[in-house]
């Protein structure tokens, strides 16, 4: 079946750096990705939607310069979270519209902010 | 605009009983999909079902089984003679033809008590 791949699996960052995390899809292509972040014990809450080879759309609230999103190539696109404080401290998970009509999601990004 | 409810925060029930999580959706769209995935504690999510609104027929898969019914705008999902393993959060999805993304109710979560 269809596999995304996203790394790193978890990260600890000083407040201030930047952290970028990667989403690959392995065996399809994926012209629209998808961003979503997760605080804990809270739902999933889409953050952008990224388009091959355009701009991304981002929902009403997120901060396009604070989360950069690139997707360069059909198999990847990556979310760069700039300056990073402890508040975006949170779970990040990318998902993909896959050859079957569904959508496969990575595995997520655990992100720590210190 | 796609909304979810899962007014389910959290339920416990005792290993081997029957358990409904109950899922609401609104959309103004008549071509949608709905899905259900499971997030255990390691945060990956995994995918249970997806319905197009088009499909009113009731699922079932092993001990887990769905009811879609257009009429009240709902698609509950059952699991019977549940087991431990079933303890996770559960969500609810939508997504709009139109737009592509997809968004999450809130989540109910699962503890099946041995």
Same mark, same amino acid.
């Given at each position: 079946?269809?596999?995304?791949?996203?790394?790193?699996?978890?990260?600890?960052?000083?407040?201030?750096?930047?952290?970028?995390?990667?989403?690959?899809?392995?065996?399809?292509?994926?012209?629209?990705?998808?961003?979503?972040?997760?605080?804990?014990?809270?739902?999933?809450?889409?953050?952008?939607?990224?388009?091959?080879?355009?701009?991304?759309?981002?929902?009403?609230?997120?901060?396009?310069?604070?989360?950069?999103?690139?997707?360069?190539?059909?198999?990847?696109?990556?979310?760069?979270?700039?300056?990073?404080?402890?508040?975006?401290?949170?779970?990040?998970?990318?998902?993909?519209?896959?050859?079957?009509?569904?959508?496969?999601?990575?595995?997520?990004?655990?992100?720590?902010?210190? | 605009?796609?909304?979810?409810?899962?007014? #389910?925060? @959290? $339920? *416990?029930?005792?290993?081997?009983?029957?358990?409904?999580?109950?899922?609401?959706?609104?959309?103004?769209?008549? !071509?949608?999909?709905?899905?259900?995935?499971?997030?255990?504690?390691?945060?990956?999510?995994?995918?249970?079902?997806?319905?197009?609104?088009?499909?009113? #027929?009731? @699922? $079932? *898969?092993?001990?887990?089984?769905?009811?879609?019914?257009?009429?009240?705008?709902?698609?509950?999902?059952?699991? !019977?003679?549940?087991?431990?393993?079933?303890?996770?959060?559960?969500?609810?999805?939508?997504?709009?033809?139109?737009?592509?993304?997809?968004?999450?109710?809130?989540?109910?979560?699962?503890?099946?008590?041995?």
């Amino acid at each position: 079946g269809a596999v995304v791949s996203q790394h790193p699996s978890w990260v600890i960052c000083k407040s201030g750096t930047s952290v970028k995390i990667e989403c690959r899809s392995l065996d399809f292509q994926a012209t629209t990705m998808f961003w979503y972040r997760q605080f804990p014990k809270q739902s999933l809450m889409l953050m952008a939607t990224s388009n091959e080879g355009s701009k991304a759309t981002y929902e009403q609230g997120v901060e396009k310069d604070k989360f950069l999103i690139n997707h360069a190539s059909l198999t990847l696109s990556t979310l760069t979270v700039t300056s990073a404080h402890p508040e975006d401290s949170s779970f990040y998970i990318c998902s993909a519209r896959d050859f079957t009509g569904g959508y496969t999601f990575g595995s997520g990004t655990r992100l720590t902010v210190v | 605009a796609q909304k979810v409810t899962q007014a #389910q925060t @959290e $339920i *416990s029930v005792v290993e081997k009983e029957d358990v409904t999580l109950d899922c609401v959706y609104e959309t103004r769209d008549t !071509t949608y999909y709905l899905f259900w995935y499971k997030q255990p504690p390691s945060g990956e999510l995994v995918f249970l079902i997806r319905r197009n609104s088009f499909d009113e #027929q009731n @699922e $079932i *898969s092993g001990r887990y089984s769905w009811n879609f019914q257009k009429s009240t705008s709902s698609f509950n999902f059952t699991i !019977t003679a549940s087991q431990v393993v079933d303890s996770a959060v559960y969500f609810c999805a939508l997504s709009e033809a139109r737009n592509d993304k997809i968004i999450f109710g809130k989540g109910t979560r699962l503890h099946i008590l041995p």
